[in-house]
Nanobody
Framework: QVQLVESGGGLVQAGGSLRLSCAAS????????MGWYRQAPGKQRELVAA???????NYAESVKGRFTISRDNAKNTVYLQMNSLKPEDTAVYYC???????????????WGQGTRVTVSS
């Protein structure tokens, strides 16, 4: 069973920092793109940042210059360093990865369970 497990959310004051981690586990042949999405109350889920297996990144305009996505391919883990946090960053953050399991040899999207980030003003 392939799964993504996130950690690192919590409550922080505006201007503070948090680091999210997401580890993929199971019988994995390969992982392509990995990313972070977020969903605030009453809003649609949106892409925050993504990173390819080669390390190319892209970010939502709202987080450019404040958030940094990175990955450790040896650990099948993606990170999101969030600095200068704002109240509008409050949301549930979800990890996403395009994974090819050994069992199916077919790439599909996997999602983590979500980790809540709350930024107080």
């Amino acid at each position: 069973q392939v799964q993504l497990v996130e950690s690192g959310g919590g409550l922080v004051q505006a201007g503070g920092s948090l680091r999210l981690s997401c580890a993929a586990s199971g019988s994995i042949l390969s992982i392509n793109a990995m990313g972070w999405y977020r969903q605030a109350p009453g809003k649609q889920r949106e892409l925050v940042a993504a990173i390819t297996s080669g390390g190319s990144t892209n970010y939502a305009e709202s987080v450019k210059g404040r958030f940094t996505i990175s990955r450790d391919n040896a650990k099948n883990t993606v990170y999101l360093q969030m600095n200068s946090l704002k109240p509008e960053d409050t949301a549930v953050y979800y990890c996403n990865a395009a994974i090819t399991p050994i069992a199916t040899m077919t790439v599909r999207d996997y999602w983590g369970q979500g980790t809540r980030v709350t930024v107080s003003s």
